[in-house]
């Protein structure tokens, strides 16, 4: 299983990213996809996430900013950020699940700054 995360960068505060995740391959059956970051010196923590239909939950700090799309029955995820702050420096990752495991992809950086 591969996952490709991408569209991270540099921003300033307030500033928009769309981040992009697709699995393969495709006929690898999988019942989520979801979003972590982790930032320097702390614990990789998930962002949001997003199962088969296209159903969703976010932690805390990611609801009414971030916005997460896509279809795990589709092998892809996008994670729209915006109003980005300089806490949300960090390396994000996509993750793919299924019942028993889980597996990770490369990570994409995201610096906000200030």
């Known amino acids: 299983v591969q996952l490709q995360a991408s569209g991270g960068g540099l921003v300033q505060a307030g500033g928009s990213l769309r981040l992009s995740c697709a699995v393969s391959?495709?006929?690898?059956?999988?019942?989520?996809i979801g979003w972590y970051r982790q930032a320097p010196g702390k614990q990789r923590v998930m962002v949001a996430l997003?199962?088969?239909?296209?159903?969703?939950t976010y932690e805390d700090s990611a609801e009414g900013r971030f916005t997460v799309t896509g279809d795990a029955a589709e092998h892809t995820a996008y994670l729209q950020m915006n109003n980005l702050k300089p806490e949300d420096t960090a390396v994000y990752y996509c993750?793919?699940?299924?019942?028993?495991?889980?597996?990770w992809g490369q990570g994409t950086l995201v610096t906000v700054s200030s």
């Open positions: 391959p495709s006929t690898f059956s999988i019942n989520a």
């Open positions: 993750n793919a699940m299924r019942i028993g495991s889980q597996y």
């Open positions: 997003i199962g088969r239909g296209g159903s969703v």
